[in-house]
């Protein structure tokens, strides 16, 4: 982007083009969605005929997702757990989102959250899936985030670099209070009001840039380092969601665990001291999202509703 303004009129070409196409009804909504890998599906939650799908090629400064389990769409709607449709919440899912390893900005990334600021969302759900770096954590435990590591901006690679948008938030916006607390105790309650038998844990969320998937010594540092999860996007969405002034919850779905153990040496005998097997894939991701993506869907429809 060539300058600050040319990025605010990008972000007015987006929202015009959105309002133009959606029943203004839906134009304003309050809740933005970001489903992670697998978790699509939580977009399936809005009621009624009254939805509208974007793809996200047809919005001005939105890039093209690549990645499988992400499709790439924005879809508006209505959601809650109102029976007779009376009360329910205007709501974005962003069906897929974008990343830093795809080959984008950190600014062209977060883009969406920006445009949803101006469509007038007051709060964000950001759910993920991650790789248990606590040994307790097992795939399909669900840890509700209440404290990140943002690695790639400890280093240099921060959303927030660059010319400050004043129109948006603070040149040095705090993220000791990220993730909103109130709505941590919320899908708390809502789970045990859905009577969810998952384990639901609350931890710190490592991100990481990727593509690969962490060695094991990277594994042992971020447990020491006191990660609870690790992954590969979230943390710039919710700084540039905290940014401009939006509430946070975000939830991850631990779909493989971290391989820790050190490997065996080259120098011993292997048939009396085997390796630790195993190793992360994204096939492995996706069918541990599947398993449990009715549990995620079931809490983010019945927080909605409270919003």
């Given at each position: 982007m060539s300058s600050t303004q040319d990025y605010y009129d990008l972000i007015a070409d987006a929202t015009g083009s959105i309002r133009d196409r959606v029943p203004a009804h839906l134009a304003s909504?309050?809740?933005?969605?970001?489903?992670?890998?697998?978790?699509?599906?939580?977009a399936s939650r809005i009621k009624g005929d009254a939805e509208v799908i974007l793809q996200y090629e047809t919005i001005p400064g939105?890039?093209?997702s690549t990645v499988a389990g992400h499709a790439g769409h924005l879809q508006f709607g209505l959601m809650g757990i109102d029976p007779n449709q009376d009360n329910l919440v205007p709501v974005i899912c962003m069906v897929g989102r974008l990343h830093f390893y795809e080959g984008y900005s950190f600014q062209a990334a977060t883009f969406p959250v920006r445009v949803a600021t101006e469509l007038g969302v007051e709060t964000v759900i950001i759910t993920n899936a991650a790789g248990g770096v606590n040994p307790r954590y097992v795939p399909g435990d669900l840890m509700i985030i209440n404290d990140h590591i943002n690695?790639?901006?400890l280093s240099g690679q921060h959303p927030l670099k660059g010319p400050n948008l004043e129109k948006f938030g603070p040149r040095f916006p705090a993220t000791s209070d990220a993730y909103d607390l109130e709505l941590r105790k919320a899908l708390i309650h809502q789970?045990?009001?859905?009577n969810l038998s998952r384990t639901i844990h609350e931890g710190?969320?490592?991100f990481v840039s990727g593509p690969t998937f962490e060695s094991r010594a990277e594994v042992r540092m971020l447990r020491l380092m006191g990660a609870d999860a690790v992954g590969m996007s979230s943390v710039p969405e919710?700084?540039?969601?905290r940014h401009s002034g939006l509430k946070v919850l975000g939830l991850s779905l631990i779909t493989n665990s971290g391989v820790s153990d050190p490997p065996t040496s080259a120098f011993i005998d292997d048939s009396q001291t085997p390796d630790s097997k195993g190793h992360a894939s994204h096939e492995e991701v996706l069918l541990h999202a599947q398993e449990a993506a009715q549990d995620v869907e079931t809490l983010v429809e019945r927080l909605v509703g409270l919003l």
């Open positions: 909504p309050k809740v933005l969605i970001i489903c992670g890998s697998g978790l699509g599906g939580i939105f890039q093209k690695f790639p901006g789970a045990e009001a859905a710190v969320y490592a919710v700084v540039v969601a």
